[in-house]
């Protein structure tokens, strides 16, 4: 067996780029110079976006270097080198970017972040827009939000139907805490609007706090709160009470006043959720502890914590079907899983740009906080030994899922380690 490390981080242009990627008007970018004018800026930034949107991209990066400025496109979670800028135009590109998102246009000292609405093939996208000083010169990153993105279902979204109705059936009982958790980019959100869609939520008063809103429903009070203007979190969770909410959705635990505030909200009788930081559900009470909640407080409002994953789906068209290679064999003996005869890999072709890859699915734990585990949070258990309970009861990990999916082709266990190696 030969291990091929390689840096996913970048991958090389794909060929349907090609004919884009270097050249604008018949000329190479890096012949297009300062003196450029504004409109042929402008041009170049709505074909940016307008790229980005047709191939799927959710982020948007200009990456200086010492010559020049990389632009990449973040699809399915990785990033793509899709074009190189002359230094020149690159900075007028970013500022350009600076100056739609109202951030001050001089050279940064410090991080800096903006907002702007866009229209791009007649879709309305949000961007939110940051940029950090390097040592080479300026680095932006693009965060692009669909505001009229379908809710999906969450069958849609991976989850199976045993762990939905366990959801639902938690909602119609009772009152308390439900906590989407998961690492940065993992589809919280998406998971959270999915369940206010599905559960059909929307003949109840449903109130939710956000930073940004991300998705705009009918029916429902969406609050945008912001770090800046004085209307932090805990500030909206409390106006968010006088306004009478059955459900209440507060976008992001992200601070102790965050978090004390989800968890006074949960305490009066209402269903509240929230996302979280965390690896999987049993992290949920690591995290809620280093956020200065104590297990007391805890123990009686979490109802319910859904940890995700997403991971890429292979590509249909050229996935191919094999006996795991003895490092996969390795890897799903350790994590206590049973080997499969046969397993999917993902190969490469036109329609995925060699990736092996299109779109992406989720991996689930669903954790019904029953009064054992209650008891468990009240006794102090620690983090690995409240998981040993999870697995044991079969919660959980969420590889076991992702083996799952590997054997119906859905995806790679190449792509569960973190899709850096490569099996040969
Ligand atoms: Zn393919």
Same mark, same amino acid.
């Given at each position: 067996?030969?291990?091929?490390?390689?840096?996913?981080?970048?991958?090389?242009?794909?060929?349907?780029?090609?004919?884009?990627?270097?050249?604008?008007?018949?000329?190479?970018?890096?012949?297009?110079?300062?003196?450029?004018?504004?409109?042929?800026?402008?041009?170049?930034?709505?074909?940016?976006?307008?790229?980005? %949107?047709?191939?799927?991209?959710?982020?948007?990066?200009?990456?200086?270097?010492?010559?020049?400025?990389?632009?990449?496109?973040?699809?399915?979670?990785?990033?793509?080198?899709?074009?190189?800028?002359?230094?020149?135009?690159?900075?007028?590109?970013?500022?350009?970017?600076?100056?739609?998102?109202?951030?001050?246009?001089?050279?940064?000292?410090?991080?800096?972040?903006?907002?702007?609405?866009?229209?791009?093939?007649?879709?309305?996208?949000?961007?939110?827009?940051?940029?950090?000083?390097?040592? %080479?010169?300026?680095?932006? %990153?693009?965060?692009?939000?669909?505001?009229?993105?379908?809710?999906?279902?969450?069958?849609?979204?991976?989850?199976? !139907?045993?762990?939905?109705? %366990?959801?639902?059936?938690?909602?119609?009982?009772?009152?308390?805490?439900?906590?989407?958790?998961?690492?940065?980019?993992?589809?919280?959100?998406?998971?959270?609007?999915?369940?206010?869609?599905? =559960?059909?939520?929307?003949?109840?008063?449903?109130?939710?706090?956000?930073?940004?809103?991300?998705? =705009?429903?009918?029916?429902? !009070?969406?609050?945008?709160?912001?770090?800046?203007?004085?209307?932090?979190?805990?500030?909206?969770?409390?106006?968010?009470?006088?306004?009478?909410?059955?459900?209440?959705?507060?976008?992001?635990?992200?601070?102790?006043?965050?978090?004390?505030?989800?968890?006074?909200?949960?305490?009066?009788?209402?269903?509240?959720?929230?996302?979280?930081?965390?690896?999987?559900?049993?992290?949920?009470?690591?995290?809620?502890?280093?956020?200065?909640?104590?297990?007391?407080?805890?123990?009686?409002?979490?109802?319910?914590?859904?940890?995700?994953?997403?991971?890429?789906?292979?590509?249909?068209?050229?996935?191919?079907?094999?006996?795991?290679?003895?490092?996969?064999?390795?890897?799903?003996?350790?994590?206590?899983?049973?080997?499969?005869?046969?397993?999917?890999?993902?190969?490469?072709?036109?329609?995925?740009?060699?990736?092996?890859?299109?779109?992406?699915?989720?991996?689930?734990?669903?954790?019904?906080?029953?009064?054992?585990?209650?008891?468990?949070?009240?006794?102090? !258990?620690?983090?690995?030994?409240?998981?040993?309970?999870?697995?044991?009861?079969?919660?959980?990990?969420?590889?076991?899922?992702?083996?799952?999916?590997?054997?119906?082709?859905?995806?790679?266990?190449?792509? =569960?380690?973190?899709?850096?190696?490569?099996?040969?």
């Amino acid at each position: 067996m030969t291990d091929h490390q390689e840096s996913t981080r970048t991958r090389s242009l794909y060929p349907q780029f090609a004919p884009l990627t270097n050249e604008w008007e018949g000329r190479q970018f890096s012949e297009i110079k300062s003196d450029a004018g504004t409109e042929l800026v402008e041009s170049l930034s709505e074909r940016i976006l307008q790229d980005a %949107a047709n191939e799927r991209a959710t982020d948007i990066h200009f990456d200086t270097g010492a010559e020049n400025i990389c632009l990449r496109f973040r699809i399915d979670g990785r990033l793509h080198d899709t074009r190189l800028f002359d230094k020149d135009i690159g900075s007028r590109l970013m500022g350009h970017f600076k100056a739609l998102g109202q951030i001050d246009p001089i050279p940064l000292t410090g991080p800096a972040d903006g907002r702007a609405q866009v229209t791009v093939n007649d879709r309305q996208l949000n961007l939110r827009i940051s940029c950090v000083p390097g040592a %080479a010169g300026e680095k932006m %990153a693009i965060r692009l939000l669909d505001l009229e993105k379908v809710v999906l279902r969450l069958s849609d979204l991976g989850m199976k !139907t045993e762990q939905r109705e %366990a959801i639902e059936n938690w909602m119609r009982e009772m009152p308390g805490m439900l906590l989407v958790a998961g690492a940065t980019g993992s589809g919280k959100t998406t998971t959270l609007y999915s369940l206010i869609h599905e =559960l059909k939520l929307l003949s109840h008063n449903v109130v939710t706090v956000e930073d940004p809103v991300e998705y =705009l429903i009918d029916g429902i !009070t969406q609050m945008q709160v912001s770090e800046r203007p004085h209307f932090p979190f805990h500030e909206g969770v409390k106006a968010m009470l006088r306004l009478d909410p059955d459900f209440m959705l507060i976008g992001e635990t992200r601070d102790a006043d965050s978090a004390t505030a989800t968890l006074d909200a949960a305490t009066s009788g209402r269903i509240v959720s929230s996302t979280i930081h965390s690896r999987d559900t049993a992290g949920t009470l690591t995290s809620l502890r280093s956020l200065e909640q104590k297990d007391h407080r805890i123990a009686p409002v979490l109802e319910l914590v859904v940890a995700q994953r997403l991971v890429r789906k292979l590509c249909t068209e050229c996935r191919k079907q094999e006996a795991p290679s003895s490092f996969e064999k390795d890897w799903v003996r350790s994590i206590g899983l049973e080997v499969p005869g046969e397993v999917w890999h993902a190969t490469g072709c036109d329609h995925c740009r060699n990736t092996g890859y299109y779109g992406r699915t989720g991996l689930f734990e669903v954790w019904r906080v029953d009064s054992d585990f209650k008891q468990l949070i009240l006794q102090h !258990t620690n983090e690995r030994d409240l998981r040993k309970t999870l697995h044991q009861k079969g919660i959980g990990p969420l590889e076991r899922e992702g083996v799952e999916k590997a054997v119906e082709g859905i995806t790679s266990i190449e792509e =569960l380690i973190g899709g850096r190696v490569r099996m040969e």
